[in-house]
Nanobody, 121 residues
Framework: QVQLQESGPGLVKPSQTLSLTCTVS??????????WTWIRQPPGKELEWMGA???????YYSPSLKSRTSISRDTSKNQFTLQLTSVTPEDTAVYHC?????????????WGQGIQVTVSS
């Protein structure tokens, strides 16, 4: 059973870059047909899909966040990372990493517990 764990700072200052890492165990991030995603939930709002990196290394981004988002991976560590630039308090949210099957935003079969990130000076 795949397990995912988010890590990173819980507090980021406005205008800085938010960087989070998802460590995966129980499955390889290069295994065929899996997409490794970042999803966030701001307080009082619905889940928002941010982007994904495929087993092949291809990346996919939400149009609304594309200009500020970068997702990369380290296959030697079985990790993938999220970078979100120029953050504002509106980027305060619980950030989840998750595994999607057969598409970057399709059927999810594994989730991290989530990490609270607050953007504040």
């Amino acid at each position: 059973q795949v397990q995912l764990q988010e890590s990173g700072p819980g507090l980021v200052k406005p205008s800085q870059t938010l960087s989070l890492t998802c460590t995966v165990s129980g499955g390889s991030i290069t295994a065929n047909d899996y997409y490794w995603t970042w999803i966030r939930q701001p307080p009082g709002k619905e889940l928002e899909w941010m982007g994904a990196i495929a087993y092949s290394g291809s990346t996919y981004y939400s149009p609304s966040l594309k200009s500020r988002t970068s997702i990369s991976r380290d296959t030697s560590k079985n990790q993938f990372t999220l970078q979100l630039t120029s953050v504002t308090p509106e980027d305060t949210a619980v950030y989840h990493c998750a595994r999607s099957v057969a598409g970057p935003d399709a059927r999810y079969d594994g989730w991290g517990q989530g990490i609270q990130v607050t953007v504040s000076s």
